[in-house]
């Protein structure tokens, strides 16, 4: 298809099949808690992702569970004030692109 001679259908028809091909994306919030062990300091941030291929809670809890296992996927201690010493870093909340608590950890107290 030449797009020099792209009729109106045309383009409505390939705008539609891009937003077909988007449906395996789903944008999500992830509230992150980095827990500062040596000082006792609990910080939180949100940070957006927008993932390929993820479309359930399920498919979330396996990006993030497989992200954790390896170095450097999340920083969100990047996100929060810095503190010296060891800390860990674990999703407490999660929230779909409008906002809807999907997941919430029991132990995380607002």
């Known amino acids: 298809m030449n797009p020099e001679y792209l009729d109106s259908?045309?383009?409505?028809e390939i705008i539609d099949l891009r937003s077909i091909?988007?449906?395996d994306t789903m944008k999500f919030t992830v509230k992150w808690e980095v827990h500062y062990y040596d000082e006792d300091i609990k910080l939180y941030c949100d940070i957006?992702?927008?993932e390929d291929h993820v479309k359930t809670l399920d498919d979330i809890f396996t990006f993030l569970d497989k992200g954790l296992e390896e170095p450097d996927t999340f920083?969100?201690?990047m996100?929060?004030?810095?503190?010296?010493g060891d800390f860990n870093i674990e999703y407490v909340v999660i929230y779909d692109e409008d906002g809807k608590v999907l997941f919430k950890d029991p132990d995380f107290i607002e």
């Open 75 to 77: 920083t969100p201690e």
């Open 79 to 84: 996100a929060v004030e810095f503190h010296d």
């Open 21 to 23: 091909l988007r449906l």
């Open 48 to 50: 957006d992702q927008d």
């Open 9 to 12: 259908q045309s383009f409505v």
